[in-house]
């Protein structure tokens, strides 16, 4: 059997139009299957109580679902702090919050902050261990040779003052996470109670006088000096 061109084109568009033909009536079938579907949903939503629909279709508070949402602002005051959910987190987390504890648990809330920014400000300084725990722990082992008196003074660390533990811990927890500035001390990584007199501090900048502590800021060495 011979077609010819016209044949052949006559053919495909008869195939076409039936294709068509077909594809408009299932999308028409789909179309009607889904609105009959949303019918009996609304159906079935219209007799719920408006109090449940609400309860079903609103999110717990943050609090309740274990999410800590940042502060928009620090304020360095102890009802801030106690505004702010119980504070966790890992190691780093700990060995700050530890060296906020033994060393300035007494300061005010600014001088927590402060003493967090030294030992920050050590962690990104190449002079230092690039860790909080290493900056923390860095010359422990030798009896009062160590950088954080606590770490090396032959006394056992007990954590007794619950309060001041949990006021600490949501420090350090501000503090890693970035969340606070670390604008107080302009960029302090010494610091030493006004009891005391180092030897440093007569070499050293001093950057900030923040409740019983002066701080100092390390100058830089270059090749030249």
């Not at 939503?45 to 449940?52: C, E, K, M, T, Y």
């Not at 920014?117 to 190449?126: D, F, K, P, Q, T």
Request: hydrophobic share 40%.
């Amino acid at each position: 059997m011979r077609f010819t061109f016209g044949t052949m084109t006559k053919a495909a568009a008869t195939a076409l139009l039936l294709t068509a033909a077909g594809t408009a009536h299932a999308d028409e079938v789909i179309a009607s299957r889904l609105s009959a579907l949303l019918g009996q949903e609304r159906q079935s939503l219209s007799v719920v109580p408006d109090a449940r629909m609400a309860a079903l279709t609103t999110l717990p508070p943050a609090a309740d679902r274990d999410v800590q949402l940042a502060p928009n602002q620090i304020s360095y005051d102890r009802s801030f702090l106690a505004a702010l959910p119980v504070a966790h987190g890992g190691a780093q987390w700990q060995c700050l919050a530890e060296a906020l504890y033994f060393e300035a648990r007494g300061e005010t809330v600014e001088g927590l902050f402060a003493v967090g920014e030294v030992i920050l400000n050590r962690v990104s300084s190449a002079s230092y261990p690039g860790s909080v725990c290493g900056v923390i722990n860095q010359g422990t082992g030798r009896k009062y040779a160590c950088q954080f008196t606590y770490t090396c003074d032959g006394k056992e660390e007990r954590i007794s003052e619950q309060g001041a533990w949990a006021r600490v811990g949501k420090v350090a927890k501000l503090l890693i996470d970035g969340t606070a500035p670390r604008d107080l001390t302009d960029g302090a990584t010494h610091y030493h109670t006004k009891a005391v007199s180092p030897s440093w501090a007569k070499r050293f900048p001093r950057t900030a006088t923040i409740g019983s502590h002066y701080f100092y800021r390390q100058p830089t060495r270059t090749a030249s000096n």
